[in-house]
C-alpha cells in the first residue's frame, strides 16, 4: 500500500513540474497528516455524541489509542514524502537509522498499548462500588502493580533497542557495560531503596496484605488505601490527609488491616456508667436504636459489661456494618442515642464521685469542746488575747 501510494504522488508530481521536489514533498506530509488528523477528529466526535452507555469499553480504548494513531500517521507521511526531499547519501543512511529508531519505539508503543488495554479489559468487570467489594479491590490492586512494571520494562526495551540502532551508542553501551566495575557496584548501592521498594511492589501485587480501599492504621493513624504506586502507598487519613509510605515499610513492619479478609467491620462502642445503671434495661434501647439503624447490616449485636472499676462499670455495644465508613456512623449514632436516653430516664447513673461525711465520735472523759481544740465560747487561737505578765 505504502508503494502504492508513493507512485500516486509521483504521478501527481509528474503533473506539476513548475513546482520543485522539496516544496511538493513538504506539502504532501502536511496534506497526508491533516487528512488523518481530520479523519480521527472525526471518529472522536463521533464517539463523543454517543450515550455513556454505549460500548464505553469500545471508547476507553479508542482514547488510548489517540496518540499511538498520530505518532504512526507523521511516520508513515514521513516515509512517504521524504524520497521528495534529494537527500544527499550520508544523510540519507542517518535518516535511514532514525527511522529504524523510530519504528521500535512504535512497536514498543504498540506493545504498551495492547497489555494496556488487556488489563483494562480484565479489571473492566469489576465493581469497587458495591459493599462486598474484596474481589474487585484485590484485582484492581494486582492490575494496578503489573501495569505499572509492565510500562517500565516496555519503556526500558524500547529505549534500549531505539538507542543500539546507532553505532555510536551501541559502543559506548558495550564499553559502558564492560567497564561497569566499581560504578555498577555504587549504583547498585545508591539505587538500593529503589529496588527494594519495586521488588516490595511486585510481592504486594500477589501477596495482598493490602489492596485499594482497605482501612488500616499504620504508624498509629487510621484511614483507606487510596493509591497504590511503584515504590510508595497513599494513606488518605479520616481527617483528609494524606499519608506517604514506602512500599518496602510495609513488609518490614506490623500494621493493622480492617478489611483484610472482607469488607465487613465489627465496631465497638465504650461507655462508663455508674453501679446503679440497669443494663437490662439499656440493652433493650441499645437493640431498639442498632435495628432501627440504617447503618448496621443486620449480623451481629451485643452489649456486655465488660470492666468494672471503683466508680464506674465499663459497658461495651458491638455492632457490625458493611464497611469501615458505615461502622464509624454507626458508632456515633448509638453514642449519642444512649447517652440521651441514660441522661433523659436515668440521670443517676451517669458517671460520678460519690464522698460521704464520717462523724467521729469524742473519746470518753474528753467534752465536745475539747475534742475539737477550743471551746465554743472562744474564737480561733489567732483571735485570743494572751493574759498580762
Known sequence: MRHTLREYLQQIAGFLPWIPDWVFGIAAFIGIVAAGLALQGAITRFLTKRPAAWHPFGRQSWNKTRGLMRFMLVLFALSLTLPFLNLPHDIRDEVRKIFLALAVVQLGWIIGVIANIGIDRYVYGFNVDVADNLMARRALTQMRIVRQAVNVMIALFTAGFALMSFDSVRQYGVSLFASAGVAGIVAGLAARPLFENLIAGLQLAFTQPLRLGDAVVINNEFGTVEEIGSVYIVIRLWDWRRQIVPLSYIFTNPFVNWT???????????????????????????????????????????????DSTETALKIRVLASAADSGKSASLGAYLREKLIAYVREHNPTALPRNRQEAISVAPAAGQSAGQSTGQSADRGPPSAQVPPPN
Open 260 to 306: 483484610r479478609s472482607t469488607a465487613a467491620i465489627l465496631g465497638s462502642v465504650m461507655f462508663f456508667f455508674d453501679y446503679s445503671i440497669d443494663v437490662d434495661d439499656l440493652r433493650a434501647e441499645a437493640e431498639r436504636l442498632v435495628k432501627g439503624c440504617e447503618f448496621w447490616d443486620g449480623q451481629v449485636f451485643n452489649l456486655q459489661v465488660v
